[in-house]
T-cell receptor
Framework: GESVGLHLPTLSVQEGDNSIINCAYS??????FIWYKQESGKGPQFIID?????DKRQGQRVTVLLNKTVKHLSLQIAATQPGDSAVYFC????????????FGSGTRLQVQP | EPEVTQTPSHQVTQMGQEVILRCVPI?????FYWYRQILGQKVEFLVS????????KSEIFDDQFSVERPDGSNFTLKIRSTKLEDSAMYFC???????????FGSGTRLTVV
C-alpha cells in the first residue's frame, strides 16, 4: 500500500553510482505512467513516461521499467549526479486526455558527492 | 520551452477569507488541472477542466472550491472561505490533445493563518 505522511522513503547513493527508484501502483486499468522529479519549493518536473504496451523505455541517463503483472514501475538513473537529488514521484492514469494523474507517495533521492 | 505560469508564488491569507490562485497554461493545451500538495505529502488531484467545464473532481474539491477560465489564457482556482487545512502548495497543470506528459507550474504556496 501507499505510505502517507511526513516521512518519505529515502535512497542515498554515491555520485556516479546508478540509482533505482521503485513504485507500486494499484489500479490495473492504468495504462499510462510518468515519473516526475520535484526539487524543494518547485513543481513536479517531467522525467519520462511509458505506456502499458511497453515494458521499457529509455531516455537520457534514465530508464523506466514497467511490470504490469505485479503492477510495478521503476526508474533507473545512470551515473547519478548531485543535481539528481530530489523527491521522485510516479504517477498513473488511464490514458484518456482529460483523466487526472494519481501520484504515488514519493521517494527522496540523496546523492552524496 | 513552453511553461505553465502560476501567480502569486506565495499567498498568506486569514482564515475565512477568499483567495484566487491564478494560472496561465500552455497556450495550445486543452486539458487543465489543479493539484495540491500538503507539506511533506504526495501530490493530490483536485479538479480537471476541459471544454469550459469541469470534467472530473476529487472529494477534496467541495463547494468551497471553484474554477474558471475567464478568457483564453487564464485558469483560476477560487477558495471561498479558507480554512487552516487549506494551507498547501497548489499546482496548476496542463496537457495537450495528443496525450503526452502533463506540464506543471511552479506552484502557489498558500498559507492560511
Amino acid at each position: 500500500g501507499e505510505s502517507v505522511g511526513l516521512h518519505l522513503p529515502t535512497l542515498s547513493v554515491q555520485e556516479g553510482d546508478n540509482s533505482i527508484i521503485n513504485c507500486a501502483y494499484s489500479n490495473s486499468a492504468s495504462d499510462y505512467f510518468i515519473w516526475y522529479k520535484q526539487e524543494s519549493g518547485k513543481g513536479p518536473q517531467f522525467i519520462i513516461d511509458i505506456r502499458s504496451n511497453m515494458d521499457k523505455r529509455q531516455g537520457q541517463r534514465v530508464t523506466v521499467l514497467l511490470n504490469k503483472t505485479v503492477k510495478h514501475l521503476s526508474l533507473q538513473i545512470a551515473a547519478t549526479q548531485p543535481g539528481d537529488s530530489a523527491v521522485y514521484f510516479c504517477a498513473e492514469n488511464t490514458g484518456t486526455g482529460r483523466r487526472a494523474l494519481t501520484f504515488g507517495s514519493g521517494t527522496r533521492l540523496q546523492v552524496q558527492p | 520551452e513552453p511553461e505553465v505560469t502560476q501567480t502569486p508564488s506565495h499567498q498568506v491569507t486569514q482564515m475565512g477569507q477568499e483567495v484566487i490562485l491564478r494560472c496561465v497554461p500552455i497556450s495550445n493545451h486543452l486539458y487543465f488541472y489543479w493539484y495540491r500538495q500538503i507539506l511533506g505529502q504526495k501530490v493530490e488531484f483536485l479538479v480537471s477542466f476541459y471544454n469550459n467545464e469541469i470534467s472530473e473532481k476529487s472529494e477534496i474539491f467541495d463547494d468551497q472550491f471553484s474554477v474558471e477560465r475567464p478568457d483564453g489564457s487564464n485558469f483560476t482556482l477560487k477558495i471561498r472561505s479558507t480554512k487552516l487545512e487549506d494551507s498547501a502548495m497548489y499546482f496548476c497543470a496542463s496537457r495537450g490533445d495528443r496525450g503526452g506528459g502533463y506540464t506543471f507550474g511552479s506552484g502557489t504556496r498558500l498559507t492560511v493563518v
